[in-house]
């Protein structure tokens, strides 16, 4: 074993979000170990093994240790914005309304289909930096402005692109139904066709994606449509995630947890029902609080309903460009306490052992435990909570992915 490859992080208090530990999972004096890119100890640091002894060690002056951040739903990828869309919204017109008239998601389809995949990276690349500078280690990117073959893959290529060059581990989502092209004139279920005959067939073969995404709603799919394209994504070995109930209740938490989702998205219009069977179905109920800000919306996701049913609450950044042009996470996280009246514990393990869940990577990352890789934030603070009671403050001092700083 090469020295180097050893290090140790000493003198700092540890929020591991380990379910074994109490609340979330602190450790007050506490050290990690890291071999190789992987946790290799966790816990006191007068408990550190004596094999650490040589090793490289970093004095964290008693900073906190976090889990690498995780945001588990992001549509970063993209080309132009859709700040004239906002300034119409601040004039009267409704989302829906403008979406209807083609604008919308049909806007950021038009200009991802004329960039090219490097303008689309360098595009995306400063969102991604965001998300960097404030801890996130891990990032879900989604397709879905580009809505046929060929721009469909562009846009995954260039997500996987970013994560390879910038010290993130970004995982993708298909999200071709998310809108009906324009050259499909309102036909749903052709399109769907298209997806399971053409589109998900090619961004498997080429492993361009990672799970399979939909958007079930009134000014998107339908459930039977939806419904279609996930028995396919199954068939095609890709686990799925849905955008559910955003706008309007269409049983679209009953609908993901069927398909045994990894997540179910939004949930702003879920029931009882809904969130029952997510808790049955083991199903991560991820809130979405700046897309609920950003369209003034009124109706919260049922969180003491959650709660009561046992299911999982993960908190992301929905980062887009209509709904969330959002790249804080911990700006997420303050929006999911103060819109949503979730804790800081719920908040804090919604960016880190819950969003880990979502993206089906519980086993290796999320928490501060042996055997995960070593994605890490350190904290310039004094207290888990000033991560979510802040607004607009990046108390970072450091990341590390993989054991590298
Ligand atoms: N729900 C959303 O909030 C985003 N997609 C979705 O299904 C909005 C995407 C956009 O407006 O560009
Ligand atoms: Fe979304």
Redesign the pocket.
């Known amino acids: 074993m090469a020295p180097t490859a050893t290090t140790v992080w000493r003198n700092a208090a540890l929020a591991t979000f380990d379910p074994a530990r109490e609340g979330m999972g602190t450790i007050s004096r506490g050290a990690i170990a890291v071999r190789d890119g992987r946790i290799a100890f966790v816990g006191n640091e007068a408990d550190l093994p004596s094999d650490f002894a040589a090793a490289e060690q970093f004095d964290c002056e008693g900073r906190w240790i976090t889990p690498g951040l995780i945001d588990c739903h992001t549509?970063l990828v993209y080309a132009g914005d859709?700040s004239q869309e906002f300034e119409m919204r601040l004039e009267g017109a409704t989302?829906e309304q403008i979406a209807r008239a083609g604008g919308?998601?049909l806007s950021?389809v038009r200009a991802l289909r004329a960039a090219t995949e490097d303008e689309l990276v360098a595009a995306s690349r400063p969102r991604l930096e965001a998300l960097a500078a404030e801890g996130v280690t891990t990032v879900e990117i989604k397709s879905?402005?580009g809505l046929d073959l060929a721009n469909e893959t562009k846009a995954l290529r260039a997500a996987r692109r970013l994560g390879e060059a910038n010290g993130v581990t970004v995982t993708t989502s298909l999200l071709a139904a998310?809108a009906v092209p324009p050259e499909m004139h309102g036909d749903r279920s052709a399109y769907i066709d298209l997806i399971i005959d053409r589109i998900l067939p090619a961004v498997v073969a080429e492993g361009l994606a990672d799970a399979v995404d939909g958007?079930c709603?009134h000014i998107?799919f339908a459930p039977e449509e939806i419904s279609r394209l996930f028995d396919a994504a199954r068939r095609a070995g890709l686990p799925v995630r849905l955008?559910a109930d955003?706008l309007t209740n269409s049983q679209g938490a009953a609908l993901a947890a069927s398909h045994g989702a990894l997540s179910a998205d939004?949930l702003e219009y879920t029931d009882a029902a809904g969130a029952a069977a997510l808790a049955r179905a083991g199903t991560v109920a991820v809130v979405?609080p700046g897309?609920f800000y950003f369209l003034r919306e009124t109706q919260k996701p049922p969180i003491a309903e959650f709660r009561r049913a046992g299911v999982r609450m993960a908190v992301a950044t929905?980062s887009?460009?209509?709904?969330?042009p959002l790249t804080s996470l911990l700006l997420a996280a303050n929006m999911a306490a103060t819109l949503y009246g979730m804790t800081v514990a719920e908040c804090l393990a919604g960016i880190t052992r819950e969003a880990a869940r979502a993206l089906g990577m519980g086993d290796v990352v999320g928490t501060l435990e042996p055997g995960k890789w070593a994605d890490l934030a350190v904290w310039d603070i004094d207290r888990p909570a000033e991560l979510v009671y802040r607004i607009g403050f990046n108390p970072l001092h450091s990341r590390i992915r993989r054991g590298h700083l």
């Not at 887009?320 to 969330?324: E, L, V």
């Open positions: 549509h859709r989302y919308g998601i950021s879905g402005y998310h958007f709603e998107a955008h955003q939004h979405l897309a929905d887009n460009p209509g709904t969330s």
